[in-house]
């Protein structure tokens, strides 16, 4: 079955350190990643995609992730928090080229503390 | 450009009344989806439609409906409401041509069901 974890309930990072939210991954095929953002009372917002090519992808907001297949892992990344960072994260596949169904993680709440 | 819209923002049910969640999109997408998000869960798809007059079950849809008579609208019913639908419901929608697979999502419906 595919399937999307995210390892980590919180992760809380000081202002200006390095952030890393992991996710991993099980499905069939070649993965289409995603990074979504959830900010209190709103809906998600797309941060990032890896579908082919480096495996390493930069997205909005000065995140980055970093595809690695041989482990089935998609960690999001920023060399450097901002308190503004802290919300909701969400790592999710797409699991049909013919539907775009995306099956997503359970979430992992960033806290970036000044 | 209003992007993905639902209505009502809030809302509050008794046990057995029913009612519609409303979900709009102005961006001519193909794909429409009905998630759920519930503390700890992530985000559960209920039902998803590819294009107008074609929808399909998702992994939670048991007590919801689904139409899509046109490519702007996709409103979720719920028939006899339960308590164990007190969630935050989201819509989303994304288009299937190109590389894109990006859902966009409306800013979400809570729901209380007493």
């Known amino acids: 079955a595919q399937s999307v974890a995210q390892p980590e309930d919180q992760v809380n990072v000081a202002e200006g350190n390095p952030l890393t939210v992991k996710c991993t991954y099980s499905v069939s095929g070649n993965p289409y990643l995603f990074w979504y953002v959830q900010y209190p009372n709103r809906g998600l917002q797309f941060l990032l995609k890896?579908?082919?090519?480096?495996?390493l992808v930069k997205g909005s907001y000065g995140f980055e992730a970093e595809f690695n297949k041989s482990q089935t892992s998609f960690h999001l990344k920023k060399p450097s928090a901002l308190v503004s960072d802290s919300a909701l994260y969400f790592c999710?596949?797409?699991?049909?080229?013919?539907?775009?169904?995306?099956?997503f993680g359970q979430g992992t709440t960033l806290q970036v503390k000044p | 450009n209003a992007g993905v819209t639902q209505t009502p923002e809030f809302q509050v049910l008794k046990t057995g009344q029913s009612m519609t969640l409303q979900c709009a999109q102005d961006?001519?997408?193909?794909?429409m989806s009905w998630y759920r998000q519930d503390p700890g869960m992530g985000l559960r798809l209920i039902h998803y439609?590819?294009?107008?007059?074609?929808?399909d079950q998702g992994e939670v849809p048991n007590g919801y409906n689904v139409s899509r008579s046109t490519t702007e609208d996709f409103p979720l019913r719920l028939l006899s409401a339960a308590p164990s639908q007190t969630s935050v419901y989201f819509c989303a929608s994304s288009s299937r041509y190109g590389l894109s697979d990006i859902q966009y999502f409306g800013a979400g419906t809570r729901l209380s069901v007493l």
């Open positions: 439609s590819v294009g107008a007059g074609i929808t």
């Open positions: 961006m001519n997408h193909e794909y």
């Open positions: 890896y579908i082919t090519g480096d495996n």
């Open positions: 999710a596949v797409r699991v049909s080229s013919n539907t775009g169904k995306l099956i």
